[in-house]
């Protein structure tokens, strides 16, 4: 069964790091391109960073350039998103998806992906 699986969220305080990681199993992510999306209630979901299937070429939002990174381990089959000087505005669940049509990324439009997780909840409050 092909699978993505987020980890990493959980409670911070205001100005704190979070990384969240992205697994693949039954596929080689490898052959994907990833994009990081997030949703808070009430709002639409938010693409916020893309990595290339090699790691060479990232995207990311306006809203999060300068303060997350998104990086890739193809040989731990592991996407990661590591997000600093977080704001309470950051609370959603944040999901991970891949496309293998795409060697760069395409965007932020959900129906260009094939896969994603189930999504990890990040809450940014004192």
């Known amino acids: 069964q092909l699978q993505l699986v987020e980890s990493g969220g959980g409670l911070v305080q205001p100005g704190g790091s979070l990384r969240v990681s992205c697994a693949a199993s039954g596929f080689t992510l490898g052959y994907y391109t990833i994009a990081w999306f997030r949703q808070a209630p009430g709002k639409e979901r938010e693409g916020l960073a893309c990595i290339s299937i090699n790691g060479g070429s990232t995207n990311y939002a306006e809203s999060v350039k300068g303060r997350f990174t998104i990086s890739r381990d193809n040989a731990k089959n592991t996407v990661y998103l590591q997000m600093n000087s977080l704001k309470p505005e950051d609370t959603a669940i944040y999901y991970c998806?891949?496309?293998?049509?795409?060697?760069?990324?395409?965007?932020?439009?959900?129906?260009?992906?094939?896969?994603w997780g189930q999504g990890t909840q990040v809450t940014v409050s004192s």
């Open positions: 998806a891949a496309t293998v049509k795409y060697y760069v990324c395409p965007g932020y439009v959900s129906t260009l992906y094939n896969y």
